[in-house]
């Protein structure tokens, strides 16, 4: 299984960007997707997540400014990122704790994708 991450990039105070995830391999099912962040000298930290019903859960930090949805279809998690402040910014990683293999379950990490917030 893997977590492929895209859509970073650097921005603008006040601007978007959108982060889209897409696992693949042999996946049975995935219950909670979900993104951490981790800025230079910083903990690793829960941005938000969402479980395969819908139900989302956000940092205080981000709440009113992300958006976390996902395709069940295709298993793909989006993390839309409006109103963008330096302080966003960080290594964006996808994560899935509890993806069901013919393995079991099992915990995987996208890569991580780098967001700049600057002017």
């Known amino acids: 299984v893997q977590l492929q991450a895209s859509g970073g990039g650097l921005v603008q105070p006040g601007e978007s960007l959108r982060l889209s995830c897409a696992a693949s391999g042999r996946i049975l099912n995935i219950n909670v997707m979900g993104w951490y962040r981790q800025a230079p000298g910083k903990q690793r930290e829960l941005v938000a997540d969402i479980t395969r019903g819908g139900s989302t859960h956000y940092a205080d930090s981000v709440r009113g400014r992300f958006t976390i949805s996902r395709d069940n279809a295709v298993n793909t998690v989006y993390l839309q990122m409006n109103s963008l402040k330096p302080e966003d910014t960080a290594v964006y990683y996808c994560?899935?704790?509890?993806?069901?293999?013919?393995?079991?379950?099992?915990?995987?990490w996208g890569a991580g994708t780098l967001v700049t917030v600057s002017s």
């Open positions: 994560n899935a704790p509890r993806v069901l293999t013919p393995s079991g379950l099992m915990e995987y």
